[in-house]
Antibody, heavy 120, light 112 residues
């Protein structure tokens, strides 16, 4: 059974940093691209960014709203994807989800999400 | 890149069919048959319901179907059931390596 479990969320002050983890199980993690999404309270889904599998270079892409502040990485030996968030702003407050990327520009499995609250 | 346009809400009675539209542009929905749909119950993670426009993942009820015409994709739920009450989001591939995905604004489905 595919499982994705996010961790690392919490309350953080503006300008500080936080690192989220997404621990995967039930599939060969290294074969898949992984994405991060977020959902602000009462709002819709926003794609944050993704990391390709090593077979496709392991490169990353980011939404304009987080580019230069957020970094996605992966440790295939541990089946973990990371989201390093720096220079956090109040508008980064959201539930953050990690997903496994399907083969047709879809996201076939989602974690349960972790809440990040940026507030002074 | 603008979000895909969805109606804010759609409602129907049990047993009825409803359709949710998802309107994009010739740069996203109109160019690729790579539209996916997600169901999200309150406080829960989204769930993939339709991918590649009309395909259902294993385990998703065949009451859910997807289609596309021009720049508009649609999700139809037939035989509406109480458990279908949720938010639904569409997503389309947008062709850019730096901005590959565009999401819909979301539709609240209410079962009367």
């Amino acid at each position: 059974e595919v499982q994705l479990v996010e961790s690392g969320g919490g309350l953080v002050k503006p300008g500080r940093s936080l690192r989220l983890s997404c621990t995967a199980s039930g599939f060969t993690f290294g074969d898949y691209a992984m994405s991060w999404f977020r959902q602000a309270p009462g709002k819709g889904l926003e794609w944050v960014g993704f990391i390709r599998s090593k077979a496709y270079g392991g490169t990353t892409e980011y939404a304009a709203s987080v580019k230069g502040r957020f970094t996605i990485s992966r440790d295939d030996s541990k089946s973990i994807a990371y989201l390093q968030m720096n220079s956090l702003k109040t508008e980064d407050t959201a539930v953050y989800y990690c997903t496994r990327d399907g083969e047709a520009a879809d996201f076939d499995y989602w974690g349960q999400g972790t809440l990040v609250t940026v507030s002074s | 890149q603008s979000a895909l346009t969805q109606p804010a809400s759609v409602s129907g009675s049990p047993g009825q069919s409803i359709t949710i539209s998802c309107t994009g542009t010739s740069s996203d929905v109109g160019s690729y048959n790579l539209v996916s749909w997600y169901q999200q119950h309150p406080g829960k993670a989204p769930k993939l319901m339709i991918y590649e426009g009309s395909k259902r993942p294993s385990g998703v009820s065949n009451r859910f179907s997807g289609s596309k015409s021009g720049n508009t994709a649609s999700l139809t739920i037939s035989g509406l059931q109480a458990e279908d009450e949720a938010d639904y989001y569409c997503c389309s591939y947008a062709g850019s390596s730096t901005f590959p995905y565009v999401f819909g604004t979301g539709t609240k489905v209410t079962v009367l």
